[in-house]
């Protein structure tokens, strides 16, 4: 049970790695943005503020009572979370729209598609190839 539980506080700690890179990435493309005009980098960080707040949302429904006897549970929480990210995504997204005026739809989904794909992709990559070195 330890190692279970050992293993959960290890990839809670790994999704809590990628949030926070999500927040400095989202800073990071606003400040990029910002060499073009302040409304793109207004939209950049608001495409990056929607990704990372998916991201919280779903670290919200996942990082809960780990239950290894229960994983029908376990896996209602995963469908919950999603469908809950995808709803609040949904949401800001169309809240973004409606709201301002001269959307830059570039610089929010590229922002947005960034911060989202990015960290999952450097740190599956990292965490591979340090694996792969710790078996040989």
């Keep these: 049970m330890r190692a279970r539980n050992g293993r959960h506080m290890a990839e809670y700690q790994r999704a809590k790695r990628v949030v926070y890179t999500q927040i400095l990435l989202s800073g990071v493309l606003t400040i990029v943005f910002l060499l073009f005009d302040a409304s793109s980098a207004r939209d950049a960080l608001c495409g990056g503020v929607v990704a990372t707040t998916g991201s919280l949302i779903t670290l919200y429904f996942v990082s809960g009572q780990y239950q290894a006897a229960r994983p029908d549970a376990i896996v209602r929480r995963l469908y919950l979370g999603q469908l809950a990210r995808f709803s609040v995504i949904a949401g800001m997204f169309l809240a973004m729209m409606l709201m301002i ?36």
């Design 101 to 136: 005026d001269s959307l830059n739809p570039v610089a929010l989904l590229a922002t947005f598609f960034i911060v989202q794909v990015l960290p999952l992709v450097t740190f599956n990559f990292y965490d591979r190839k340090t694996s792969f070195a710790q078996r040989r």
